[in-house]
């Protein structure tokens, strides 16, 4: 049967990789994890090597100059033996013909955590460039891409919170949902994990009604990063804190993010959850602004500004209500705004003006909103402003609503 593991190399590598790696014996399907560091993919039929390609920035040599490199594939070349990954081969750099690099790699793979770590190591560098290069080795991480989760608005969970959702059993955690927020320098990145995606097995609950696991998870930006969760089930709820660090790789490119959070989450009637949204604001006091201006400043990096404005629809007899970003503008090469409403990420086009910041949302409410301006090139960040955090209020059904003619774009359902 024929696998394929498909790896990012961020200065690192890293990477959506292996189900059941030390068998390698079933189909599995994978994704590139994307960063500005280059890519590569390895692919592996059995325990043979059949493909390989690279793609990386080398910071030894010339500024950090990126090499796009083609590899020949030995005949029959074995690449897994056990537990371990070795894969030795040739190749060019595609802008210089008669160049000649040398690819080591050299991993192991982990069925617990469902990943593999090891280095890549390059050598002939000095045939592409005139000036000498010596040998680079670079860390990397492969793990498991998660697969998409349909949403069932239906579902029942057993324990529900603000952040946090739980499903168990006598004796076991069967599925958990939780958005951790993670700090990346002045700004956070959220992490939206569900043991469903990662196809984690039903985690064990002690007698005193405690239950743990670790794990790697990609991150909203398909960063690799380790998460370790410890919770405990009771008679009122269950609760969890959940840890969030960076991954020993050497990188000096990613940034190090961190993560402590501690959630809750009752039964259906029970106590101790708040509700999933912000409830209205308690009589006598004065709800959050509605719309308004919203820059996004940087001296040097993106920038933009735009203002806050809400729609509703007419869906027959009832009403949907959505946030909209109107008369955006970019400023220092910012190509998207990524903008976060209850959990919900979006990134904005700064090529449209106007466009659906949230997917439908009460009215009456208020909201904690992020936004920050970003530089992508080729599906890349390569650079992000300041997170910024504002409070709207969405304003109630009954207030007066000014009718538009055209709409900033296909409603989002969710």
Sequence with gaps: MRVQLVVSLLFTVLAAAMSAPAALAAPV???????SRG???????????????????????????????????????????????????????QAYPGSSIHAVIDGTLDAGMRSISGTVTLSGLETVFSSGCPPTTQKFIAIVHPVTVPPDPEHQWSYTGAALKVDATPGHVTRMKVLVPMACGNSVNESDFDTRAYAVDDLPVAADGTFSKALYVLDEYQIVRLLTIAGKVSGTGVSARFQASSPDTGSTFLPDCVADATFSAAPPGGTGAPPVTPAPHPAGTPPAPTGGHQTLPHRTGPAAAFDWAELRLSRGATYTYYFVVDNLRCLNHATHVRVVVRGRARRL?????????????????DYLITAQALRIRHRRIIRRGPVVRTLLHMREADSGWVPITNLPGTPPTA
């Design 29 to 35: 399907a994978y994704s590139v994890t994307l960063g």
């Design 39 to 93: 890519d590569f993919s390895l692919t592996l039929d059995g325990d043979k090597l059949t493909g390989l390609s690279l793609s990386a920035f080398v910071d030894t040599c010339e500024n950090s100059t990126r090499l796009v490199m083609t590899f020949a594939m030995p005949a029959n070349a074995t690449a897994v033996s056990g537990n371990t990954l070795h894969v030795e081969t040739d190749g060019t750099e």
């Design 349 to 365: 086009r700064c090529g449209r003006r106007r466009s659906f910041a949230s997917g439908p949302v009460p009215a009456g409410r």
